[in-house]
């Protein structure tokens, strides 16, 4: 069964832009979560989707959106990119089961790298 | 969410057996312990999960004590290809509405040496 996929893998941004990264999640999954990664803060939770409807958001500026689509893909959205924002952004999925008491386990894709100019 | 305590880094020999303690003392009841890898630029890895006493794979063994206030990942005979920076996570479904939101710390960096 093939992995987390995640496009583009690298980008270049300059500040004031926006950008728009995919993720496809493992087949089946329904549950898609994005996080960011700095060396400074770390692994950083973002948002989780589920159904296409957003169930979780970490604490990050509005700036920061994403959708679910109805195949599972998803996308997240950066508007108004600041140097902060370069970071690599990873995506998980999770069949995002509901019973049964053991939490999902969550499958990473290889991430985006994102440097802003 | 529980929040964790690792070691910044261990080292350690080909070959060798890693045991990488985790302290998380407020865990609670219906908390889960996970542990993943991580390789430079790549996305986490899962490793193992479990929720008491022993848990093996073909990979690690997660040691759990009784009052769950630390977990133990253990990798038998490790290789130079195992550096990487490990991470223990605790916590549970949010009860929100199913949804799972990982908070991971600041991990383990493991360096195997020839």
Same mark, same amino acid.
């Given at each position: 069964?093939?992995?987390?996929?995640?496009?583009?893998?690298?980008?270049?941004?300059?500040?004031?832009?926006?950008?728009?990264?995919?993720?496809?999640?493992?087949?089946?999954?329904r549950s898609v979560s994005w996080y960011q990664q700095t060396p400074g803060q770390g692994l950083q939770f973002l948002f989780e989707y589920f159904s296409e409807t957003q169930r979780n958001k970490g604490n990050f500026p509005g700036r920061f959106s994403g959708r679910?689509?109805?195949?599972?893909?998803?996308?997240?959205?950066?508007?108004?990119?600041?140097?902060?924002?370069?970071?690599l952004y990873l995506c998980a999925s999770s069949l995002a089961r509901t019973s049964g008491g053991v939490p999902d386990t969550q499958y990473f894709g290889p991430g985006t790298r994102l440097t802003v100019l | 969410l529980a929040k964790t305590t690792q070691p910044i880094s261990m080292d350690s020999y080909e070959g060798q057996e890693v045991n990488i303690t985790c302290s998380h003392n407020n865990i609670a009841t219906n908390d889960y312990i996970t542990w993943y890898q991580q390789f430079?630029?790549?996305?986490?890895r899962f490793i193992i999960q479990g929720?008491?006493?022993?848990? +093996?794979?073909?990979?690690?063994? #997660?040691?759990?004590?009784?009052?769950?206030?630390? =977990?133990?990942?253990? &990798?038998?005979?490790? %290789?130079?290809?195992? +550096?990487?920076?490990?991470?223990? #996570?605790?916590?549970?479904?949010?009860?929100?509405? =199913?949804?799972?939101? &990982?908070?991971?710390? %600041?991990?383990?960096?493991?360096?195997?040496?020839?």
């Open positions: 069964k093939a992995g987390v996929t995640q496009t583009p893998r690298y980008l270049i941004k300059t500040r004031g832009q926006q950008v728009t990264l995919s993720c496809s999640p493992i087949s089946g999954h679910q689509f109805s195949n599972s893909r998803s996308e997240m959205n950066v508007s108004t990119l600041e140097l902060g924002d370069s970071a | 430079p630029s790549q996305g986490p929720y008491k006493t022993k848990v +093996t794979n073909e990979v690690a063994s #997660l040691f759990i004590p009784a009052d769950r206030k630390s =977990s133990t990942l253990s &990798l038998p005979r490790v %290789s130079l290809s195992d +550096t990487a920076v490990y991470y223990c #996570l605790v916590g549970d479904i949010i009860s929100s509405g =199913s949804a799972r939101q &990982l908070t991971f710390g %600041s991990g383990t960096q493991l360096t195997v040496l020839p």
